[in-house]
């Protein structure tokens, strides 16, 4: 990257993007690393948890900021922009600028709007780390992260209606979005709402800057729809490697 190119900020979806089907990061630690090299900043965007989101950082060397469960939260190292900003609330490491609701609520109302319209849903709050680890084929202790949930619930959908549900979801104030592996239950937000802030933050630190987005499901979208490139991840049409071209376009730009 030259001197006085934009700064390329990448926000990246972790499920079916960063992670193979097989959830290994092997073929594309290489890439990400060749990306920090060139000076690049990745955002990771994921429907996991903080618990899962800060193992994938610390495994994948990235120290930049982090959106947790579709646009739940927003988490922020605490010295990281040279400058204040609003936030929902502070942990010794971090800034949070919460945007969804509590996942209790969240369950709550999810519980109340399926057994109203007698739709059967299966939700990672129902189940034990050992049936998310089955259900997802993440290894027993990353299961047990991923129910370490704050802001969003996965569920299956056992029988019923995807469309009847969104519509009843909407009237509790809930979002309905599909990720790589599950359905998903959240307040009003999206992964495209907290990249739109932290695109408004980058830009008090950085005079010009590129935005990058690379996802592959239908949570992914907002997010794509709000950076300079957007790069979708179509294995439908592409094969299981579709995930290693976007990251080989993505790196020909950086
Ligand atoms: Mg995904």
Redesign the pocket.
Known sequence: MKAESPKPLVFA?????VLSEENSYHATKPMMEQILDRGATIIFCS?KTRSEIEFDRKELGVSDPFVSENGGAIFIPKDYFPFSFPFSKETPEYFIVELGTPYSEVRRKLIGVTSAIGIEILGFGDMTANDVAEETGLPLDLAGLAKEREYDEPFKLLNGDHGLMAKALETADLTLTS??KCFHALGNTNKGKAVTILKTLFARRFDEMRTYGV???G??LSMLDVVDTPLLVRRKLGGRNAYLVIWRNLLSMI
């Open positions: 979806d972790i499920d079916g993007t429907s990720g790589s996802g592959d499901g949570n992914d």
